[in-house]
C-alpha cells in the first residue's frame, strides 16, 4: 500500500461524505446502554438502508465487501463527519459476526447476520470471569451436555451492554478434564433464556457500561455451538483478532480528532500568566508529542489494512496497533485533564473530558490486559521464548 487513492477511491470518499452529510444523526448519542440502544439500532438501521451497514462483511452475508483501501476511506470519513459511536452494536458487528462468518454453520449465518446487520438485535461479549480476564483460558464457566442441550452454570463479568443484550457470545467448558487450553466451547446464548441473571455496574466515570450475569441451569441447545465443541479456544481467538486489529479502526481515526480538538482548546483555555496554553512551553512540548504519536498510530493502522489484504483475518500483529492505541487514549485524555486544571471539577457529566479521562482506564484491560498484548507480541510476532505458564 503506497499511500496514495485512485481517481475512483477519490470518487468513492465523496459518495461517502456525501452521504453522511446527509444522514448522520443531529442528535447527541445517549451515553447509558439502556438509553442508548433504541439511538444504536436506529443508527444501524438508517446505515442498512442506505446500503452502508457491514461495509467489511461479504456479499453473501449481506454486506457490502468493500476493499480495505475503502474500508479505510469509510472510517476516515466517519470520524470527520462526527458520526456517533456504534455503541450497543459493536460485539455484533466486530466480534459476533465476523466469528459466525468464518467459523458459524450455514443455519447460525443466515439466523443471525441479516438481523445484526439490520440493527435489530444487540450482542455482548461473555468471556472474562472473576478470576479469568486476562487468563482467559482459566474459565470456570461449566456446561454439560444433557441430550442436545448444555446445561450451563457460572458467572461472567465486565459484559459490556449486557442488560440490553439479545444475545451473547458465550465461553463454556465443556471439558474440565482437558488442559486448561482445550475443552472450551464457543456458544450462542439468548439472552432471555431462564436462569440468567445480569446486574448492571457502574463504572467510575459514572456509567452502567458494564454487567455481571449469573447463569444457573440454563439450557442452551447444542445447536448453537460455533466451531464444534471443544474449539472454542480456536474460535474464540478468531474473535479476539478482530478485537486486536480491525474492530478499532475508526476509533483509533476518531482519536485523531479529538486531539485536533483539544489543540483548539488549548488556544481558548489559559493557564499561568493567563496566556493560552498553547503557547506554554510544556503543554506545546506535550502536545507535538501526543500529535506525534497520533501521527504514528494511523501509519501502523495504514500499514495493517495493507497486511490485512493477504490475510484471512487479522494477525498477532493486531495486538500492536492495539496497545499502542490503548496507552495513547490515555495519553490525549491525560493532557486534557492537565490542560483544564481546576476547570476539571466543574465538567464531570458523561461525554466530558472528564468522563473520556476516567473511562480511558478500561481501555488496557479490555480485550486482553496490555500486559498479555505484551506477551501476543513478544512471543508470536518477535518470536520471544514463551514465558512460563500455568
Known amino acids: 500500500m503506497d499511500g496514495t487513492f485512485s481517481p475512483a477511491d477519490n470518487a468513492f470518499r465523496l459518495e461517502v461524505r456525501d452521504w453522511l452529510h446527509d444522514n448522520v444523526p443531529r442528535g447527541a448519542r445517549p451515553y447509558e446502554p439502556v438509553d442508548a440502544r433504541a439511538f444504536d439500532l436506529g443508527w444501524q438501521r438508517t446505515m442498512f438502508d442506505g446500503d452502508w451497514a457491514g461495509i467489511s462483511w461479504p456479499t453473501e452475508y449481506g454486506g457490502r465487501g468493500l476493499s480495505l483501501i475503502q474500508q479505510m476511506i469509510w472510517h476516515e470519513e466517519y470520524a470527520r463527519a462526527r458520526a456517533p459511536y456504534v455503541g450497543v452494536n459493536f460485539v455484533g458487528l466486530n466480534h459476533a459476526g465476523p466469528t459466525l462468518i468464518m467459523n458459524g454453520t450455514d ?8 438481523r445484526v446487520l439490520r440493527g435489530e438485535v444487540v450482542w455482548c461479549q461473555g468471556f472474562s470471569e472473576p478470576g479469568s480476564g486476562s487468563d482467559l483460558a ?41 488442559t486448561k487450553h482445550k475443552g472450551i466451547t464457543w456458544v450462542i446464548c439468548d439472552m432471555r433464556t431462564p436462569g440468567i441473571t445480569v446486574r448492571p455496574i457502574v463504572t467510575m466515570a459514572g456509567t452502567r457500561d458494564f ?33 486486536r486489529g480491525t474492530a478499532y479502526l475508526s476509533q483509533q481515526i476518531d482519536l485523531a480528532r479529538t486531539l485536533e480538538s483539544l489543540i483548539e482548546l488549548a488556544g481558548e483555555w489559559t493557564g499561568p500568566g493567563y496566556r493560552p496554553l498553547i503557547v506554554d512551553d510544556e503543554f506545546s512540548r506535550r502536545i507535538a508529542e501526543v500529535r506525534a504519536q497520533v501521527t504514528a498510530m494511523r501509519a501502523m493502522s495504514y500499514a495493517s489494512v495493507s497486511r490485512a489484504a493477504t490475510q484471512a483475518q487479522p494477525g498477532p500483529e493486531g495486538s500492536i496497533i492495539r496497545l499502542y492505541f490503548t496507552q495513547l487514549q490515555q495519553s490525549v485524555y491525560r493532557l486534557a485533564m ?8 466543574k465538567v464531570g457529566a458523561a461525554g466530558s473530558w472528564p468522563y473520556y479521562y476516567l473511562y480511558s482506564f478500561s481501555r488496557t484491560i479490555a480485550g486482553g490486559s496490555q500486559e498479555i498484548q505484551r506477551n501476543i507480541i513478544g512471543e508470536r510476532v518477535l518470536g520471544l521464548p514463551r514465558g512460563a505458564r500455568q
Open 338 to 345: 492537565d490542560m483544564l486544571g481546576h476547570r476539571q471539577l
Open 138 to 178: 482459566s474459565l470456570r464457566t461449566r456446561a454439560v451436555i444433557d441430550g442436545d442441550h448444555l446445561v450451563v452454570n457460572g458467572q461472567k463479568v465486565w459484559t459490556s451492554f449486557g442488560d440490553v443484550a439479545d444475545f451473547q457470545e458465550l465461553l463454556v467448558r465443556t471439558d474440565p478434564a482437558a
Open 211 to 243: 454487567c455481571e450475569v449469573f447463569y444457573d441451569e440454563v439450557r442452551i441447545p447444542i445447536a448453537n455451538v460455533v466451531g464444534g465443541l471443544g474449539e472454542g479456544w480456536r474460535v474464540a481467538n478468531s474473535t479476539l483478532s478482530f478485537e
Open 107 to 114: 443455519a447460525q449465518k443466515a439466523t443471525h447476520l441479516p
